[in-house]
């Protein structure tokens, strides 16, 4: 989802389209599908998935020197909702972009599955062509709506839902609602968690989303922030009460889980804690 490294791509692609030198990215793949335009571009060891008419957003960005670098800091973050769950072994993850976290868990955490539902049969091609994701092991790709998906699942079929979806602008209108959020619910177990990848550049619609989350999880999720991006996660747990574990208390349900997934060091993520998570409501 969307990085602060956007802005970066954004002005070396600029700078090709007027013309000056090509010392910024080159474009390796430009398209539409019904639902995005998408390029991909290429700049020295980075290679980016952008959505957006003009390159605007930035989806994936792996080193072609080592495609498992932790480029993107957000995915470390959304490992937190592993941690902190009670089930965690069955994993449904809506927007697979280059699919960079899918390769995670079949990396490093081979005992969990994954399910991914992408909407766009593009997203997938060129996750599979220019950033080497397919799916196997423990990873299974569906192309559908993530509403729809949802609305056709049995209760409690997932132990955990993670939300990655983005649409070059913000998350997907249909998977930010109250119908959503419900559907949700209904897919998740007791103590079942949601994971949300939001970011706040666009701040009253992030504050939008965690009050509408917290309306239906009945509490104010537990948010994690990056610290050199944007992007924000949230976690909301099928559950009554409020749940507020402190940094100490995250450390060491990190030390009961593992303390890190490929680049990624737990005990750095969960030092990473929104102090006070209800200055958005």
């Known amino acids: 989802m969307k990085s602060k490294t956007a802005g970066v791509i954004r002005g070396l692609l600029n700078s090709i389209r007027a013309g000056f030198p090509r010392a910024g990215p080159e474009i390796i793949f430009e398209g539409d599908s019904e639902h995005n335009h998408i390029t991909v571009l290429e700049h020295g060891d980075v290679r980016t998935m952008c959505f957006g008419p003009l390159a605007e957003e930035s989806e994936t960005s792996i080193s072609l020197s080592n495609p498992l670098a932790p480029i993107f800091e957000y995915p470390g973050l959304m490992f937190m909702a592993l941690v902190t769950g009670g089930r965690n072994r069955e994993i449904l993850m809506l ?23 992408e909407i766009d049969p ?3 091609e060129i996750a599979s062509t220019y950033f080497y994701f397919q799916p196997g092991k423990n990873v299974e790709l569906i192309y559908a709506d993530g509403e729809e998906y949802l609305a056709s699942l049995t209760p ?4 955990q839902i993670w939300l990655d979806a983005f649409n070059g602008n913000y998350i997907p209108p249909n998977l930010a609602t109250d119908d959503f959020l419900q559907l949700c619910r209904n ?3 007791a103590n079942g968690v949601l994971a949300q990848n939001l970011h706040q550049t666009r701040l009253a619609s992030f504050r939008q989303q965690i009050r509408r989350t917290a309306r239906f999880f009945g509490a104010v999720p537990l948010i994690f922030n990056g610290t050199r991006c944007a992007n924000s996660v949230s976690l909301s747990y099928n559950i009554p009460e409020t749940y507020n574990p402190t940094v100490k208390e995250l450390v060491n349900l990190v030390k009961n889980f593992q303390t890190s997934v490929g680049p990624y060091n737990l005990l750095e993520e969960a030092k990473k804690k929104e102090k006070n998570p209800g200055f958005y409501l």
Do not use: M
């Open 122 to 124: 593009l997203v997938g």
């Open 95 to 117: 927007g697979l972009g280059g699919g960079f976290i899918p390769r995670l868990f079949q990396e490093f955490l081979p005992e969990h599955n994954l399910t991914v539902v």
């Open 187 to 189: 897919a998740l177990p």
């Open 156 to 159: 409690g079929r997932f132990d």
